[in-house]
């Protein structure tokens, strides 16, 4: 069975697929972070930006089959009304939530049977099953990663515990650094955060800095924020 919080269309927002047309899957449940206000300051990863907890969202449910939740996420793409541009092929995002605890390769293959191309979004925590076509691995605190290679690695930052410099020499083709959002919905209660950012503009003026200075490490901007399309 698969629990999905919501799912719907949009552009991916941030990384090296930022603009492009995507179907979100949003797997409910986190292995770093029950998702309860009450749990944040002493979970894994304390800036979650996310509601992840249940199946109540937009186009959200369980699913008991690969098959089925293919269909129910094939149906989000929009049908075209003219000739695309060469290479428009559909896309579909896994993220959550962790979405390495729920996602397996039967989904991967209905979806790639479907025409998708198949992006992740994952923690790094866990092992991803084959077949994956955009894997973006995004380390949080202490937290070790399992996956160390992939499409792109892309860091909050600042995040004490995560210094860039622990994944610079990694197997990956992009590496990019995302501003924390310490806004309403990214938020951090650890005093020891606050002292080296206490908001987005702090994050933001940070990772320009960095980037500046690493040239290699990219800046990414959530940019679905900046436009608010979600
Ligand atoms: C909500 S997570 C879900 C996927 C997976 N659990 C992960 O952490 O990569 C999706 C993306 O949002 C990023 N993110 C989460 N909270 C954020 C925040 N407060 N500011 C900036 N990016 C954030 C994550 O690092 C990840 O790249
Ligand atoms: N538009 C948009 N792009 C995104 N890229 C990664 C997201 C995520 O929450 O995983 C996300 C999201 O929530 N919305
Ligand atoms: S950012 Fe990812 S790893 Fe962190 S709590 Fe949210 S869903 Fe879990
Ligand atoms: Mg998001």
Excluded at 5 to 17: D, M, N, V
Excluded at 79 to 108: M, N, R
């Amino acid at each position: 069975m698969y629990h999905v919080k919501e799912a719907f269309y949009t552009l991916q927002g941030e990384g090296g697929q930022a603009g492009r047309a995507s179907v979100f899957c949003r797997f409910s449940g986190c292995n770093l972070w029950s998702g309860r206000e009450q749990d944040r300051a002493s979970a894994a990863c304390t800036f979650c930006d996310t509601d992840f907890l249940g199946t109540d969202g937009q186009n959200g449910g369980r699913f008991a089959t690969a098959e089925a939740l293919a269909a129910h996420l094939t149906a989000l793409w929009p049908d075209q009304d003219g000739p695309s541009v060469k290479g428009a092929t559909p896309y579909v995002v896994f993220t959550g939530g962790e979405p390495l605890l729920q996602l397996d390769e039967a989904l991967i293959q209905a979806m790639q049977a479907r025409g998708f191309e198949v992006a992740v979004e994952t923690n790094g925590t866990l092992p991803a099953p084959p077949g994956i076509d955009w894997l973006c691995v995004s380390p949080k605190g202490a937290s070790a990663l399992t996956i160390t290679a992939g499409n792109e690695l892309k860091l909050v930052y600042p995040q004490p515990e995560a210094p860039p410099e622990r994944f610079a020499r990694l197997d990956f083709d992009h590496f990019f650094l995302q501003p924390m959002d310490t806004g309403a919905s990214g938020r951090r209660t650890r005093p020891a955060d606050d002292a080296i950012a206490a908001t987005t503009t702090d994050t933001m003026a940070a990772s320009v800095a960095y980037c500046l200075a690493h040239p290699g490490w990219r800046l990414s901007l959530q940019t679905h924020k900046i436009t608010g399309i979600d």
